[in-house]
């Protein structure tokens, strides 16, 4: 019941609000037992969706993460076979290279 109760809390700050509801309802030395153990059930599963919450963000955040490295590495990768190809085309050395008086 208590996570039906969560699922509509979308954001931290609306989740935040609740736990700030309760916190005060708890301050009050009045308030039954009962109906206090019901707060602290309720804020656990808060906490529970905080997290889950939490981990949907890290999971948006490395999924665009790799969608721009992806469309970054095809952007990139003429420019990385054009490096490559200069990097394994050697450079001519002076022993390569002939003079007009060797021939003579």
Excluded: C
């Excluded at 109906?35 to 656990?44: I, Q, R, S």
């Excluded at 963000?57 to 990768?77: F, G, Y």
């Amino acid at each position: 019941m208590a996570n039906e109760t969560t699922e509509t809390y979308d954001n931290f700050e609306s989740l935040k609000s609740r736990l700030d509801e309760i916190v005060e309802a708890v301050a009050d030395e009045t308030l039954p037992l009962d109906d206090a153990l019901t707060l602290y059930e309720e804020a656990v599963a808060l906490g529970l969706r905080a997290t889950d919450l939490l981990e949907e963000d890290i999971a948006e955040a490395d999924s665009a993460e790799l969608d721009e490295a992806s469309a970054t590495d095809e952007v990139a990768a003429p420019d990385a076979v054009a490096e490559s190809e200069q990097a394994t085309s050697p450079e001519p050395t002076s022993s390569d290279v002939t003079t007009s008086n060797e021939g003579q």
